[in-house]
């Protein structure tokens, strides 16, 4: 089981930062709740910890012991940056291993691909929760709340998605996780034929498995479009 603390920044009385009618709390929040929603109903064997799951304050000194003492593997936070720039950015502690700078950069490249911001790179810090946690941790900076452009792709839901699942991808690389496997029956219709078919899905296999053939001579090939009934 690996055990993946999420930290959503600021909260409560700890706005963060602010801009374009935005506030930096509410956004890591919907950021933060969307990663734990699609690791636990994608993937296996993982645990999800929040330092917080609604809208209340939380100290940094709280979030780095709530982590500790679950024993994390690893140390998520995100935050919205401010100040006037642009663009995506991550960091972790000035002392980090190697292996923690690993992580940043999987976290890093995954994140991008899926990100239509600027790459401003992956960078070291001395902040807090990046030093107290006794786990390889990162922080992720995701665009500027006072700037136009940025403030204007954090206002939409689809944006704010595909960060949350460039973190996810991030992580299932990190964990070697594995995607849950699904089936789904379908009825299919070949020619004047219908068959029952159930499907698997899963990271590795997406295997056609015949559950009710009712001609011998009938094989799906890879590319073969097929009329669902
Ligand atoms: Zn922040």
């Known amino acids: 089981m690996v055990k993946i603390f999420i930290d959503p920044g600021h909260g409560g009385s700890d706005s963060g930062a602010l801009g374009y009618g935005l506030k930096e709390k509410d956004l890591t929040l919907t950021i933060a709740t969307r990663i734990r929603s699609i690791l636990l109903a994608e993937y296996n064997d993982v645990s999800i910890l929040m330092s917080r799951m609604k809208d209340e304050t939380v100290t940094l000194t709280q979030r780095t012991n709530a982590a500790n003492t679950w024993g994390a593997d690893y140390f998520l936070s995100i935050h919205i940056n401010a100040g006037g720039g642009t663009g995506y950015e991550d960091f972790v502690y000035q002392g980090s291993n190697t292996r923690a700078v690993n992580y940043q950069?999987?976290?890093?490249?995954?994140?991008?691909?899926?990100?239509?911001?600027?790459?401003?790179?992956?960078?070291?810090?001395?902040?807090?929760?990046?030093?107290?946690?006794?786990?390889?941790?990162?922080?992720?900076?995701?665009?500027?709340?006072?700037?136009?452009?940025?403030?204007?792709?954090?206002?939409?839901?689809?944006?704010?998605?595909?960060?949350?699942?460039?973190?996810?991808?991030?992580?299932?690389?990190?964990?070697?996780?594995?995607?849950?496997v699904t089936t789904v029956q379908?009825?299919?219709?070949?020619?004047?034929?219908?068959?029952?078919?159930?499907?698997?899905?899963?990271?590795?296999?997406?295997?056609?498995?015949?559950?009710?053939?009712?001609?011998?001579?009938?094989?799906?090939?890879?590319?073969?479009?097929?009329?669902?009934?």
């Open 186 to 229: 379908h009825t299919v219709v070949n020619g004047d034929t219908v068959y029952a078919l159930s499907l698997q899905y899963g990271s590795t296999v997406q295997q056609i498995k015949e559950w009710n053939k009712l001609d011998s001579s009938f094989t799906i090939h890879a590319g073969q479009v097929l009329r669902v009934k």
């Open 105 to 180: 950069t999987n976290m890093h490249n995954e994140i991008m691909k899926l990100n239509t911001l600027t790459d401003r790179g992956q960078k070291t810090a001395n902040f807090h929760v990046l030093r107290e946690s006794r786990m390889p941790a990162i922080l992720t900076e995701n665009g500027f709340i006072d700037t136009n452009s940025d403030a204007a792709l954090l206002k939409s839901a689809s944006h704010l998605d595909l960060v949350a699942r460039g973190h996810v991808n991030g992580l299932v690389k990190n964990f070697n996780l594995t995607k849950k």
